[in-house]
């Protein structure tokens, strides 16, 4: 039994792991309580590009947040304007200057094996 929940333990682990190890940083926000000044979308400007509409990620309880994949950037230090709105009333909220630096890579696991 002992053996079985550890191949069982190695195989659930070798399915996560590509998608654990191959995924892009993204800029995310905590979630937005459920209500009227809900956001549905938001409005992000990387360094001195154009601005780009990003759409809420509606949450399985119903609330929203700001989840941008940062794929298409790169590696280094960059510049972010953040603005949560409503497209319906097209209201926006104060825009959120800050910076931070996209890594190079994840880091993959090592020293990965079984042990008897």
């Keep these: 039994m002992k053996r079985f929940l550890m ?5 659930m682990s070798l399915m996560i792991m ?7 940083p993204y800029l995310r926000c905590d979630p937005y309580t459920i209500g009227p000044n809900q956001p549905d979308q938001f409005v ?4 001195s590009a154009s601005p780009i509409i990003s759409p809420a990620e509606v949450m399985a309880d119903g609330k929203t947040r700001l989840n941008y994949d940062l ?11 953040v603005k949560a709105g409503i ?8 825009e959120i200057p800050f910076s931070c630096t ?3 890579s994840v880091a ?5 094996g079984l042990a008897k």
């Design 87 to 94: 497209s319906l009333w097209g209201t926006e909220s104060v």
């Design 18 to 24: 590509p998608s654990i190890v191959l995924a892009s």
């Design 102 to 104: 996209k890594p190079v």
């Design 108 to 112: 993959s696991p090592v020293a990965i």
């Design 7 to 11: 191949v069982v333990c190695m195989v």
């Design 71 to 81: 794929v298409g950037i790169t590696t280094g230090i960059h510049s972010f304007k």
């Design 44 to 47: 992000v400007t990387i360094d």
